[in-house]
Structures are given as C-alpha cells and as structure tokens.
C-alpha cells in the first residue's frame, strides 16, 4: 500500500511534512505572542485573562498569522521536495473583479466604478480530508448604494485584511468565499465539503473607523454560505462595534450547468452616540446618531442569477432580528 498517513500508513517514515510541522509550530508561537501581547506583555500564560476577550482574539490573531507565516516558511525551503513527497501545495493567487456600478448589494444600479480584489495564499493537503489556510487583502471603491450617505453620489473606499481556515473533503468546481459583502470574494473553495472560519479588519472612508469581523461559511456540495459580523457571538466573534459592515449572509448554489444563483442579504450602520443614547418609536427602541451618521444606515436582500440582479428589500430585518434576541436597541433606517 502506498504512503497514507490518513490511515495510519506512512511508508517514508515522515507523518507529517515540513509545511505541516511549521504551521503547528508557526501556530503555537504567533498564539502565545497573541496572548502575551492581549495581556500587556505578560510571558506567564497561567497569569492571563481568559475571561477577557481580547486574549482569545490575540490567541487566535496570533496563531492564524504564526501559522501562514510558518507553513510559508516551510514551503519555502522545503517545497519541492514535499511537494512530491506528500502532494501539500501552497498556492499563490490573485482574485479580482471589475463591475460598472457601486459596490455591495447594489452591483447593477448604477454605471461607474467598483472594484475588488485580493491577493491570498492557500495551504492544501491533497488527503481526503484537508485543511486551507488563507491570508487576503482587498480594496473596494463605490460611489452609491451601501457604504455611501444618504442618495448622494459620492465616491467611499473600504480595506480589508484577513485571514480564515477552511477544513474539508472531496473536490467540486471553485466556489467564493466572501468577506465584507458579496462583491469583496476572499478567496475560492474547491472542497466538496467544508467548514471556514476567519478574522478580518476593515477601514471604511465613510466612517473614518476600523472595524473586527468574523467571518464563518460552509459548503455542502453545489451550495455554500458566506457569513461575516461584527458582533461578539457565536460563530463570527467579532469585534463589537456595532458599525459600519456590520453583518451580511450569501447562499451560492451551482446549477446542472456550473451556472451560479446567489441569495444575499448585506447591512451597513452609522456610528451611534453611545449605549445609553436611544429613543423610542411606536414602542421599540432605536438608538441615537447624528444625521450624517444615520444616513449611512442601509440594508439590502437581494438575488442573482445569470448575471441579473434583483432587489428584494430594503429592510434591515436579519440585523433586527439580532439584535431582538440580544435585547438591545435597533438602528433606524431612513
């Protein structure tokens, strides 16, 4: 039988390859540098905050970078000859997609510019099961629609950083995974089946602020979900701040003919002025922003196939029912 180290075979005598050895050591290393750093430079990890979140966001920062860092390493010194040893590749590739209109939900509603793009790296084990890891940046540009105030055309800019593990099985054609909005693609997905969870930082010109968001997504054959938010909570973890890309979900499906349908919703919010800042209207409870902060408060549910895309609501209604169930105030949209 040949080398097989999913089944407990491994005829070269290597379990693991030197790509696979310097992500775990990468991994442990940028976690413990994580945690310290969340802790004030404390080197003792018996004396940190575990019931601070901020440990587990530089632990899991930390270890996503130490990782990429790590198996990039390897890669690079022993590549060639893991590659024929093991069939683990790292894979160099850069994303873009040029559409004539604003970015986000809005892609066909005006002509102009919006443009997206990222530049990632992939760790890949050629098993039948696997594990990916990502590292992306891209720039957005858009002058309507989310991200923009009001109904005035002005042109905004998003960056966005990040990284995400993806863990599957079996091959199918290549899928997006999505980060701040369902023109931002972070990467694409060749697993059959598969499970991703990432960390992502944006800067957004319209609100001056960086924000945190997780990012989780699965695939189950010819369908995958891309979900991203900034909320604190099961299963994005993100920063908390309640701003800006603050929530979005899309559900791709490939048909009998490789032609791809999506389902998307999307949510961009103003800056509030703070937790104790609300009012109420026909008994619910928004809360308080300034006007310019308040204009940039929009949402969109939208659909496309083959191209066309169609506008289903306006309505932040998925944001809504987040924040129904946490019990705190709404956003008011215009």
């Known amino acids: 039988m040949g080398n097989n180290p999913i089944i407990g075979i491994d005829a070269d005598g290597r379990f693991f390859d030197p790509v696979t050895w310097g992500i775990i050591i990468g991994a442990a290393v940028g976690a413990y540098g994580g945690g310290a750093y969340a802790n004030d430079g404390e080197l003792d990890p018996t004396k940190w905050d575990y019931q601070n979140g901020g440990t587990w966001g530089g632990m899991i920062g930390g270890g996503v970078i130490g990782g990429f860092a790590g198996g990039h390493m390897a890669f690079q010194m022993f590549g060639s000859s893991v590659q024929g040893a093991t069939g683990v590749t790292f894979q160099g590739t850069v994303y873009s997609t040029a559409e004539g209109v604003a970015a986000g939900a809005n892609a066909s509603v005006v002509a102009g510019g919006a443009s997206s793009g990222a530049f990632s790296y992939g760790a890949f084990a050629a098993y039948t099961a696997g594990i990916g890891l990502t590292a992306f940046a891209g720039y957005n540009y858009y002058n309507h629609g989310l991200g923009t105030p009001g109904q005035e055309l002005q042109t905004h800019h998003d960056f966005t950083a990040g990284t995400y593990f993806t863990a599957g099985f079996g091959r199918g054609p290549s899928m997006p995974i999505y980060s701040i909005n369902s023109n931002a693609a972070a990467g694409y997905n060749n697993y059959a089946y598969s499970a991703t969870w990432g960390q992502m930082y944006n800067w957004n010109s319209a609100t001056g602020e960086i924000t945190r968001q997780g990012m989780f997504g699965f695939r189950l054959g010819n369908i995958s979900a891309s979900y991203h938010n900034d909320a604190f909570v099961f299963p994005s973890f993100g920063g908390g701040t309640d701003q800006g890309w603050t929530g979005g979900l899309t559900i791709s499906a490939l048909d009998g003919n490789g032609m791809m349908a999506e389902w998307n919703y999307q949510s961009f919010t103003g800056i509030k ?62």
């Open 273 to 334: 002025m703070g937790d104790d800042y609300t009012y109420f209207i026909n008994g619910r409870e928004y809360y308080q922003q300034k006007l310019y902060q308040q204009s940039l408060n929009k949402a969109i549910t939208s659909t496309s196939y083959l191209g066309n895309q169609y506008h289903l609501s306006r309505d932040g209604w998925f944001q809504h029912s987040i924040h129904d169930w946490k019990r705190i105030p709404r956003f008011y949209y215009p």
